[in-house]
């Protein structure tokens, strides 16, 4: 079955800081890859998404990740952080054995000091 | 274009009672996804709905059923309400046809069961 890890239910940065989230993930076949962003209160926000081809994807807000098969892993990074980067970061998997469903991970709220 | 939306916001019920939860999908998606967010953690695959049918169903039990009508637009149904069913209810619109594809979510209904 597929799964997600993500490590770190908390990380905190400095403004400016070099952000990374880490995400690991569990299928059988090669993937669909994604990092969503929630806000307090709202829904999900979709930063990037791996599906094929280039493995380094760029996304909204300075975000990128990227695809490491031999390490089963995904991390998010953003070269410096903002305030408004403040929320919560959920990895999520999709196709291959998993059908249809999104797997999301459990999420890491991502802490930004001034 | 008025994006994914659900009714309603919040939502009080008392053990034992039946809801039901709204949803319009983004203009020209044709699939709706719902899942259950509990606090503190990531969002759980209730099941996916395709040209009126329930393509996919995650681990939920009965009580939880669904329906899309002809203009895609879907609910939510729980019934016998437990305690535990407090969550954060999202649905996720996409097109079915294209795998990988990103699912655009609503703001969510925040059900508390007293």
């Known amino acids: 079955a597929q799964s997600v890890t993500q490590l770190g239910s908390h990380v905190s940065v400095s403004e400016g800081a070099l952000v990374l989230l880490r995400c690991n993930y569990s299928?059988?076949?090669?993937?669909?890859l994604f990092w969503y962003v929630q806000y307090p209160n709202q829904g999900l926000q979709l930063l990037l998404k791996?599906?094929?081809?280039?493995?380094l994807v760029k996304g909204i807000n300075g975000f990128e990740a990227e695809f490491k098969k031999s390490e089963t892993s995904f991390h998010l990074t953003k070269p410096s952080a903002h305030m408004s980067d403040a929320a919560e970061y959920f990895c999520?998997?999709?196709?291959?054995?998993?059908?249809?469903?999104?797997?999301f991970g459990a999420g890491t709220r991502l802490f930004v000091k001034a | 274009d008025a994006g994914v939306t659900q009714s309603p916001t919040h939502l009080i019920k008392t053990r034992g009672q039946q809801v039901t939860l709204r949803c319009s999908p983004k203009?020209?998606?044709?699939?709706v996804s719902w899942y259950q967010q509990a606090l503190g953690q990531g969002p759980q695959f209730i099941f996916q709905?395709?040209?009126?049918?329930?393509?996919q169903r995650g681990n939920f039990p009965d009580r939880f059923s669904g329906h899309q009508f002809p203009n895609y637009s879907s609910e939510l149904n729980v019934n016998a309400l437990l305690l535990g069913d407090s969550a954060l209810y999202l649905c996720?619109?996409?097109?079915?046809?294209?795998?990988?594809?990103?699912?655009?979510f609503g703001q969510g209904t925040r059900l508390t069961v007293v």
């Open positions: 999520a998997v999709s196709g291959g054995t998993g059908g249809f469903k999104t797997i």
């Open positions: 203009s020209g998606h044709d699939t």
């Open positions: 709905y395709y040209e009126e049918e329930e393509r």
């Open positions: 791996y599906t094929t081809g280039a493995t």
């Open positions: 996720a619109s996409s097109l079915g046809d294209r795998d990988g594809a990103e699912a655009f």
């Open positions: 299928s059988s076949v090669p993937p669909y």
